[in-house]
């Protein structure tokens, strides 16, 4: 039987071509290629339309970039230039470089991006994909001009992750995250849900099959996204940073959100999503973009204002 994944990708290739989005391999540096779904006048040429602000999608560890965002950039397509990136060791996104931190993530995204003549956009970033973002907001504070993250943290720090495995009873987490099993799959789906529907079993072997290659270097980054206590660094942000988190993340709970707007004090806000899990704007797509519409409406309001 052919696998789901495959007969979807490109029904999905089409829809976002009628959105105005295709994607486009970038190599930012021998060796070093990113796969990204841009506006399609962009592909041609590295001036960007500037009446449209960029806005930058950064998906979970789970799912590759546009199974992440795909309701998000058709939502605001019409409004933003949407970029949505496949980060290295996901979809066709690769490197021979042996570095696997979130770091080199933020790294390859910020080059792509000059690349392509983004010269300040806001990062969208769900999980995984929101610690590459506030990666991104510390070291290039010129590029990020503001920042939307759900369900993630700052750093994942050893203290965090012993804390968040404990509670959902996974001794790594290579192995809640990087599953081998149709039921490891059911797992992980389930923890990252506030309530996963019935799917039946073809589902989640297609998903396995299609969404975890990869798997030697994409647990290298599951490794190398821990870091000790002690070397966190500074959460210095210039950026305004808007939290949108599901009332019921098993992974990352309402009071790691509340702990990080407390250290952020007046430059973050937070709003909650009743109902939802960990990947909240895959289970309740539509109250998310409600959320993520005003909250990107406010950035560019007060950017125009300084």
């Known amino acids: 039987m052919v696998n789901t994944f495959k007969i979807l990708a490109p029904v999905i290739k089409w829809v976002m ?38 806005v930058v999608f950064l998906h979970c560890f789970a799912a590759n970039g546009i199974l992440t965002w795909l309701f998000q950039a058709i939502s605001l397509s ?33 080059k792509a991006l000059h690349k392509l003549g983004v010269e300040q956009c806001t990062i969208v970033g769900l999980s995984y994909g929101g610690m590459v973002g506030f990666e991104m907001a510390r070291n290039y504070p010129d590029l990020v001009e503001s920042l939307v ?16 495995l404990a509670k959902l009873g996974a001794d790594s987490w290579s192995e809640l995250l990087m599953p081998d099993t149709v039921d490891g799959v059911k797992k992980a789906l389930t923890v ?23 798997r030697k270097e994409r647990n290298e ?23 949108i988190w599901g009332d019921d993340d098993k992974i990352f709970n309402l009071k790691v959100a509340d702990n990080i707007k407390q250290i952020l004090g007046d430059k973050a806000s937070l709003e909650c999503i009743e109902r939802s899990g960990h990947l909240t704007p895959l289970e309740r797509p539509f109250v998310f973009n409600q959320h993520l519409k005003k909250a990107l409406a406010s950035f560019h309001t007060e950017i125009k204002q300084k």
């Open 17 to 54: 071509k009628l959105f105005g989005l295709i994607p486009k391999l970038v190599e930012i540096e021998p060796g070093t290629v990113l796969n990204i779904w841009l506006p399609s006048e962009t592909s041609k040429t590295t001036t960007p339309h500037t009446n449209k602000p960029a």
């Open 78 to 110: 019409n409004t933003y230039s949407v970029y949505v990136f496949d980060l290295i060791f996901f979809g066709d996104s690769t490197t021979d470089k042996p570095d696997r931190t979130a770091t080199f993530q933020a790294e390859c995204v910020a």
């Open 149 to 164: 993250a759900s369900g993630t943290v700052m750093e994942l720090t050893e203290s965090i992750t012993a804390a968040s």
């Open 192 to 214: 990252g849900t506030h309530e996963l529907p019935w799917i039946p079993n073809i589902f989640f072997r297609h998903f396995l099959e299609a969404m975890f290659d990869n």
């Open 221 to 243: 980054l599951l490794k190398a996204l821990v870091v000790k206590d002690n070397d966190a660094a500074l959460p210095i942000y210039t950026q305004r940073i808007h939290l």
